[in-house]
């Protein structure tokens, strides 16, 4: 599985490349802000909302630590899509959260 760390992907963002973010965190997590532009599609709906992403594009997953992140990259990864995995999730990122 592909991996980044918070800090490589806030300077991704920071540098204004285009990117695709997507946080796997529920509902109530994402309440305490998200990374600017990311997509929230919770773990738990991620099969039935796989129309919403597109197999041409690379997506960098989130979760609060890392973990669903990477259930989420292994389930992605199977269904044809590329992913990499944001290592130690919100609880590691220190950039700009809307």
């Not at 990117?19 to 991620?46: N, S």
């Not at 594009?57 to 990477?70: P, Q």
Request: proline share 3%; aromatic share 6%; with cysteine.
């Amino acid at each position: 599985m592909k991996e980044i760390t918070a800090k490589e992907l806030e300077k991704k963002l920071v540098n204004g490349e285009p990117l695709h973010i997507i946080d796997v965190r529920e509902d109530e997590e994402v309440t305490q802000g998200v990374i600017p532009g990311a997509k929230h599609i919770p773990l738990g709906e991620l099969d039935e909302r796989l129309s919403e992403i597109d197999k041409k594009e690379t997506y960098y997953i989130v979760c609060r630590s890392g973990g669903r992140s990477s259930a989420a990259c292994t389930f992605l990864d199977e269904h044809g899509f590329q992913v990499i995995n944001m290592v130690g999730g919100m609880l590691a990122w220190e950039g700009d959260i809307h």
